[in-house]
């Protein structure tokens, strides 16, 4: 079983860069997928990025594609996602995610709060 605890969430202007962190306890994250997802008020949560075990393999959703990148650190049990000219509509809540499939994420953190001002 893998604990996620995202990190690094805040308040940010328009065209500004935030990176989240999420720290995940158990020796067994280094062989599973990683996910970020987003939640803004009123909407369903969606996909944003996820990576491979090795890191090897990335997908982004469209509306962060060139300007978020994901990428992790077995050796930390950390995975990150460094967010790029950020617009008032990434506001959100990130949530990371991780499981041994990249079909479906049994595993979730409490979520960090992105909030970006125009």
């Known amino acids: 079983q893998v604990q996620l605890v995202e990190s690094g969430g805040g308040l940010v202007q328009a065209g500004g860069s935030l990176r989240l962190s999420c720290a995940a306890s158990?020796?067994?994250?280094?062989?599973?997928?990683m996910a970020w997802f987003r939640q803004a008020p009123g909407k369903e949560r969606e996909f944003v990025a996820d990576?491979?075990?090795?890191?090897?393999?990335?997908s982004y959703a469209d509306s962060v594609k060139g300007r978020f990148t994901i990428s992790r650190n077995n050796a930390k049990n950390t995975g990150y996602l460094q967010m790029n000219s950020l617009k008032p509509e990434d506001t959100a809540v990130y949530y990371c995610a991780a499981d041994t499939t990249s079909a479906r994420y049994n595993y979730w953190g409490q979520g960090t709060q992105v909030t970006v001002s125009s």
């Open positions: 158990g020796h067994t994250f280094r062989t599973y997928f």
């Open positions: 990576i491979s075990w090795s890191g090897g393999t990335t």
